[in-house]
């Protein structure tokens, strides 16, 4: 069988040009060389933490000799007073410090000699000093007359007990200085003493906006588990929607024929959720598809959550697949794989995963018995303490109170068996726990 193409030699693989073809250009070598930092002036990589440098400003240089003996023979050193309120010193870093272990080098590269020339750069810090710290120095060491007061103070702290000095030092302190009790508002910088404001006007650049915090803040509310509440939501059925408690995919994926036709035949609907066995035929009697594959859900994540066992540092890992599919042998191997990959990682479920989890179900049982829910038994099937369920739905907005007489009428419970039965309830406005906040040690005695 003769060959249909030829198969290209290696001279000819080894002439294929580079795919950077702008490197052709370059017929001959490169030749490198290194200028020594002697008498000339050398390029300066200088930063400015916590200050912003104002654009077009020059800045003067100057020379002297390097101190402590070190091999260069000079420092640079660069400053500007072209600022109307602040001087910019531009000072190299110490021989001897960390940062001056790593060296940085600035080419400058000929095309038509072909010669690239390397320089070692210094580095530098900017820093910027308000001009009364360096222009009023005599103005310092003008000191008030003592008054009575500070003569008292001075005396108290020489022969005072402890108890006087410490008093004595926390007044002085916390003493007030012109222009604290000043807001942080930009109209009050015209009122600070004019040192202050141009610091402040400086790091304004630098410091971040409000429109970043609230980047930050948004970060932080996507960071925690459980649904997403419909802040701009005018009705108490558009805060949590089903499709997106439950899943667009999820959704279409659960079928209901099989309990509808149970319901028909007049069949019991077995499961292993005491919440679901209560609620079940209510629901299927409802026709209300979307509640009734809501019901069926929360059924699915119940079962799925039981397939769990404890492990170390509160991390549950997935039982052997043989005993998940007995759990839950009615669920197809997709819906089982859906759960898995949204409510855990791989097979271990850590405590934000456990939170999410739980607080989905928490959403899908409002939604189930229209907002107004008995706790007990959610929890009896996730089997936690009744304080921490009721913190689940309190995390949801919604609030917790005791069963009235219309409950315990449509609960068919007595006073005496309503003792572990709580109440969750979602209104708008949404109810969320206040932050924490903690008071500090060592406080009013």
């Given amino acids: 069988m003769t ?3 030829r198969k290209r030699s290696r001279k000819e693989r080894d002439e294929r040009p580079a795919k950077r073809v702008a490197l052709e250009k370059s017929t001959g070598h490169i030749k490198v060389s290194f200028v020594s930092d002697v008498d000339e002036w050398v390029p300066v ?3 400015s933490p916590g200050l912003s440098l ?8 100057y020379k002297k000799l390097r101190r402590n003996g070190h091999r260069s023979s000079s ?3 660069l400053h500007s007073a072209a600022h109307p309120r602040i001087d910019y010193t531009v000072r190299e870093q110490e021989p001897n410090s960390v940062e001056s272990l790593m060296s940085h080098y600035i080419g400058i590269y000929d095309p038509e000699t072909q010669d690239l020339q390397l320089v070692q750069a210094r580095k530098a810090t900017i820093r910027g000093t308000p001009r009364s710290e360096t222009g009023n120095e005599s103005a310092k060491e003008e000191e008030p007359a003592p008054n009575l007061l500070s003569a008292r103070s001075n005396l108290g702290l020489a022969f ?3 108890k006087a000095q410490k008093a004595i030092r926390s007044l002085t302190e916390n003493a007030m200085s012109p222009g604290r009790h000043l807001s942080q508002s930009s109209s009050s910088k015209s009122i600070l003493d004019p040192a202050a404001a141009a610091v402040l006007d400086a790091m304004d ?3 971040p906006s409000a429109l970043a915090q609230e980047e930050i803040k948004q970060a932080v509310e996507d960071a925690k588990p459980g649904p997403k509440p419909n802040l701009q939501a005018t009705t108490v059925a558009e805060v949590y929607p089903v499709e997106e408690v439950v899943g667009l995919d999820a959704l279409r994926g659960l079928t209901v024929r099989d309990w509808q036709d149970k319901f028909k035949d007049g069949d019991d609907i077995l499961t292993k959720s005491r919440y679901v066995s209560g609620r079940v035929r209510e ?3 409802s026709e209300q598809v979307r509640k009734i594959k809501a019901l069926k859900y929360l059924l699915l994540l119940v079962e799925w959550y039981h397939c769990f066992k404890p492990g170390p540092k509160g991390v549950k890992k997935l039982g052997p697949r043989k005993e998940v599919e007995q759990a839950m042998k009615d669920t197809s191997e997709e819906m089982r794989n859906g759960i898995r990959e949204r409510f855990a990682e791989g097979t271990a479920l850590n405590k934000w995963h456990t ?3 739980h607080l989905h179900i928490c959403a899908l049982a409002l939604i189930i018995d229209d907002f107004s829910t008995d706790v007990y038994d959610l929890c009896q099937d996730l089997r936690l303490e009744p304080r921490e369920i009721q913190t689940l739905f309190m995390h949801l907005g919604s609030t917790i109170s005791v069963p009235t007489a219309a409950h315990l009428d449509r609960l068919s419970l007595t006073k005496a068996q309503a003792t572990g039965h709580r109440i969750a309830h979602l209104a708008l406005p949404l109810n969320f726990p206040k932050p924490r906040t903690f008071r500090p040690k060592g406080g009013r005695r």
């Fill in 205 to 207: 650049a630098s410091a």
């Fill in 3 to 5: 060959e249909t193409k």
């Fill in 160 to 162: 005072g007990t402890k």
């Fill in 283 to 285: 629901v299927v009697k």
């Fill in 45 to 47: 990589l200088a930063n």
């Fill in 355 to 357: 939170s999410n989890l």
């Fill in 54 to 61: 104002p654009a077009g400003i020059s800045l003067k240089p």
């Fill in 75 to 77: 420092e640079v050193l």
